[in-house]
């Protein structure tokens, strides 16, 4: 079975699957339906992405069985995500000392600070 198009080979245009059939019952479905998440992606990258999968997302495994260096997985890995709309590392949460990470969270439950006032300090926002 091939894998569904999301562009238009001819101008580039979003695709829309409006049929779908089962094989087994020969039901059909027409109508407008989403494509997936990943169905921009290409094969190159769904392949990618299986394998971070397979090996647990564990890029020293990757490494193995891709054979290819730990920069190289580390820049496909960043194409996938920004494939996907996303941009890589935006999400990471800031580099605080273990101590005060502790404390803040202490203040918290103390009911000394509020949640949002947490969440600020967590993110190393002053």
Not at 20 to 42: K, M, P, Q, V
Not at 72 to 93: D, F, M, Q, W
Not at 98 to 114: C, F, N, P, Q, T
Request: hydrophobic share 35%; glycine share 8%; charged share 35%.
């Amino acid at each position: 079975m091939k894998t569904a198009l999301s562009k238009c080979p001819v101008c580039g245009g979003e695709l829309t699957v409006t049929h779908l059939h089962c094989e087994s019952c020969e039901t059909t479905i027409e109508g407008r339906f989403a494509n997936g998440t990943f169905a921009g992606l290409t094969p190159e990258q769904l392949d990618f992405i299986e394998t971070f999968i397979r090996c647990e997302g564990k890029i020293n495994r990757m490494e193995d069985e891709l054979d290819l260096s730990y920069p190289t997985i580390r820049n496909r890995l960043h194409e996938v995500i920004r494939a996907l709309g996303y941009e890589p590392g935006k999400e990471e949460a800031a580099d605080i000392p273990e101590e005060k990470r502790r404390s803040v969270l202490e203040d918290l439950d103390a009911g000394k600070i509020s949640a949002e006032e947490a969440m600020r300090l967590l993110n190393g926002e002053e």
